[in-house]
Structures are given as structure tokens and as C-alpha cells.
């Protein structure tokens, strides 16, 4: 990954009326905005996202409509509040749309969160599309937990949105020492909402760090950690992370690797192609990997080589299988030595 840079945002306080919206266009992301006085910004997800749930709309107006005529309309029916506007500037000057919200609602301030990360022990802090997030040390827990054969540490992966769209989030963490690949489990199981209110978010969020404690959560991770070290990793699943290994741009082939760790289904099993196959007939058979071994070369690939916008993709992955029962629970794979890295050196 990058090395860590802070994010240039600007915020700007502006009434509806006052945008004006760019191109007729079933792709709103392709939509730009322009702000008087100010610059022409490309939207996101995130903006329409934030846009969509204050004026309660549904994206399929757009289907008839252009952003522009929508905008007009709220206006005409008396829509037209002061609102708190986002904007992040890149390295090449060009500038995207985050979330809006209402004018007036606390802002968190950048440099502030990086302190308080910092202060609480960070590791590592990242920042993609209007998250900014960090790895910190868990409260009361002092050194390793040995899971089988590897050694772990546990850890606490906050995120922060800076422009507001949604509570700050507090997700367990497991550091692997001896390649410091990251499990992170963000899904709702083993994360907890940091609820700001009207307090001092900066406040509220390093309490929040200051006070967690999850040791059952803890338990229940290394559980499933265990049980997966143990079982094979179905062909659906291996399919699944495939799919999103497709997406991501990584120096290096990931998806061959994962395909020559996994082994040749069609050969395995004596069939012409893997579309043969449904997916109910891919969970019920197993690959050579367990599922712990699918996690960490998807942790490695993560922690190491993706981009942090789309290392948080493999890390929203990786929480669901590690929640959602595997294909093949209940199945056991013979131990195998464990694997220190799938593609880059260990350090010496």
C-alpha cells in the first residue's frame, strides 16, 4: 500500500439552488457539479448516496429525469436548505464530492483523528473515500494468542467517515505476527457504532477507543479462526474471492496464484469446465486449501499489495466468510504447515 498521506478536504456551506448539476445522464457518477466561486467537481457514490437519503429520493428519478431537473424541482416545491457540502482534492488537482449533510451538524477535523489514532498506539493509519481509518492496539491485552500454529495479537481497525454518512465503527482485529497480515471482521457481529450525539465527536471517539472491550467477540473470532484452519475451503468459496480478486489491481497475478493453490477442478474431478458446475454443486466441493489459507493470502494481498480503497473490499469479504458458515463445516482437513507468505518476502 501507499504511504499514508493526509487527505485534502474542504467543506463548504451552500444552499441547494446554489449547484448547479452537470449532463443528462443514467450514470450519476459521470455527473459533475459545478460550486460558485469555487471548482467543478466529479460525484461518487458517496455523494448521491448521502443526496438520495436527504432529499428521500430513489435513484430511478434519474432514469427521466437529469440531476439538474431534479434539483430544480425540489427547489420549486420549497426544498432548498443550507447544506454542509464535502469535497476532496487529489494529487492531480481534480476535486470529488463526498457526502452532504445538514448545515450546522459537527464536523470531525482531520489532523484531530490522526492525533487521537496516534495518541491510542496506531500502527497504521489509511484514508480511502472519505474513510479515514487506522489499526490500534486492543485495550488490556497484553501480548500474543497462539491459535494452533500461529501467533496472533489482537487488535481493534477503526474507521471514521469525515464527511459524516454514517457512526464511526470499531471492528476486531487480529494481527498474524509472523507476516503482520491483518484479519480484520467487520461484519455486524464483531463491530460495535461509536454513537457521537451531540457531544464532541473527537471527544466520543477516543473514549470509544479508550473504553472497548469485547472479549467474547475476541473469543468468538478466534473460534472461527480455529475451525477454519481445519476446513477446506469449498470451490464456491474460492469462486467468490476469485471474483473479487478481478477487480483489484495488484502488481502481481493473485488470481493465478489463488487458482494453483486451490488446484485444478475440472482435473480433480473429471469434468470438461467449472460452468458445469452450479454453485450448490462448487460449495460441496472441496479445494486444497482450507479456509484459513484462503484468508491469508487474502489478508496478504490486503495488508501488502492493494490499494486501500479496495483493501477494505477484501476486508468486508473476509468478515461475511468469517461470519456466514463455511461450504464445508464439519468436514476436516488433514494439518498441513502453515503458509508465511503466499507473495512477498518475510521480513528478516
Excluded at 448547479?20 to 455523494?47: H, M, S, Y
Excluded at 496516534?118 to 487506522?134: F, V
Amino acid at each position: 500500500m501507499k504511504t499514508f498521506t493526509p487527505p485534502v478536504i474542504s467543506t463548504f456551506d451552500i444552499k441547494l439552488s446554489d449547484l448547479r448539476f452537470g449532463g443528462f445522464t443514467n450514470r450519476l457518477e459521470e455527473c459533475k457539479v459545478v460550486i460558485p466561486d469555487w471548482c467543478e467537481a466529479q460525484t461518487t457514490r458517496r455523494f448521491w448516496a448521502s443526496f438520495f437519503r436527504r432529499f428521500k429520493l430513489n435513484g430511478d428519478v434519474y432514469k427521466l429525469f437529469s440531476p439538474q431537473e431534479v434539483a430544480n424541482r425540489l427547489i420549486e416545491r420549497g426544498n432548498d436548505p443550507k447544506l454542509s457540502i464535502f469535497t476532496e482534492s487529489s494529487e492531480s488537482g481534480s476535486d470529488s464530492l463526498l457526502a452532504i449533510k445538514n448545515f450546522g451538524s459537527q464536523n470531525v477535523n482531520v489532523g484531530r483523528l490522526i492525533d487521537i489514532f496516534r495518541a491510542n498506539g496506531a500502527t497504521n493509519i489509511q484514508y480511502a473515500n472519505g474513510d479515514l481509518m487506522s489499526q490500534l492496539p486492543a485495550p488490556n491485552s497484553r501480548g500474543s494468542r497462539r491459535i494452533r500454529g500461529d501467533q496472533f495479537q489482537k487488535q481493534l481497525h477503526i474507521s471514521v467517515p469525515i464527511d459524516g454518512l454514517y457512526r464511526p465503527v470499531i471492528s476486531l482485529h487480529l494481527l498474524r505476527i509472523i507476516c503482520l497480515n491483518g484479519i480484520v471482521a467487520s461484519a455486524p457481529a464483531y463491530r460495535a457504532e461509536i454513537n457521537c450525539g451531540r457531544t464532541d465527536a473527537h471527544q466520543a471517539i477516543d473514549r470509544a477507543i479508550g473504553a472497548f472491550s469485547n472479549d467474547q467477540g475476541f473469543a468468538s473470532l478466534e473460534a472461527r479462526i480455529e475451525e477454519a484452519q481445519i476446513t477446506p475451503a469449498s470451490f464456491a468459496e474460492v469462486a467468490r474471492a476469485s471474483k473479487l480478486l478481478s477487480k483489484v489491481a495488484a502488481p502481481i497475478p493473485c488470481r493465478e496464484r489463488l487458482a494453483l493453490e486451490a488446484g485444478d477442478l475440472a482435473s480433480m474431478f473429471g469434468i470438461a469446465s467449472i460452468s458445469e458446475l452450479s454453485s450448490k454443486q462448487l460449495s460441496q466441493l472441496a479445494s486444497n486449501m482450507t479456509v484459513y489459507e484462503l484468508i491469508n493470502l487474502l489478508t496478504e494481498i490486503s495488508t501488502h499489495l492493494a490499494e486501500t480503497s479496495e483493501a477494505v473490499k477484501i476486508d468486508g469479504f473476509m468478515g461475511s466468510l468469517l461470519v456466514d458458515d463455511y461450504d464445508l463445516a464439519g468436514v476436516t482437513m488433514n494439518k498441513r504447515a502453515f503458509v508465511d507468505r503466499y507473495f512477498t518476502k518475510a521480513a528478516a
